[in-house]
């Protein structure tokens, strides 16, 4: 069954869609000033994936893990203004992904939402201060765990060669 965000959406055949953002996007002011138009639904879990960093952060598909993300209602000027920033389809690529939002939406316990996924899988470096800064802040401002965010990031600064 379709779902539609409101009666107007349904006449004009608009398609809700969601959005799963694990990196810089979780940043509620960086998404407010790219997509002025997107809902912040709150903190979810995608179960079966794991946030890596490729410079930029990433996720990779692993058996067994779970990763906190922000759930996002997003129009398509939302989605097209993610795409241009996030490099589609050269950069990342999208995959549909089932995410457990922490209350319920629309009585609904698994949303299917889109995410980014990066083309190219090569080794793991750290981001930048000023990207992690990003993370943190979007983080604690949707209650998801820094700690295991920056523990993350610390252990590819330490096992980066020439770290002394």
């Not at 009666?7 to 002011?29: D, H, L, S, V, W």
């Not at 639904?41 to 490729?54: A, I, N, P, Q, Y």
Request: hydrophobic share 35%; proline share 3%.
């Amino acid at each position: 069954m379709a779902q539609f965000c409101c009666k107007e959406c349904k006449r004009n055949k608009r398609m809700k869609r969601y959005y799963f953002a694990y990196g810089m996007n979780t940043n509620i002011g960086e998404m407010s000033s790219r997509c002025p138009e997107a809902v912040n639904l709150g903190c979810c879990t995608l179960k079966g994936f794991e946030l890596k960093f490729r410079l930029h952060a990433d996720i990779d598909q692993v058996a067994g893990t779970e990763m906190e993300g922000v759930l996002w209602d997003i129009t398509e000027d939302c989605e097209r203004a993610l795409d241009r920033l996030e490099g589609y389809p050269y950069y990342y690529d999208k995959v549909e992904v089932v995410v457990n939002p922490s209350k319920p939406i629309n009585n609904m316990s698994h949303i299917v939402a889109m995410a980014y996924i990066m083309n190219s899988k090569g080794l793991e470096e750290a981001p930048s201060t000023g990207y992690e800064d990003c993370l943190i802040e979007g983080y604690t401002a949707n209650g998801l765990d820094v700690d295991k965010l920056t523990t993350k990031i610390d252990s590819l600064i330490i096992n980066q060669i020439g770290y002394v």
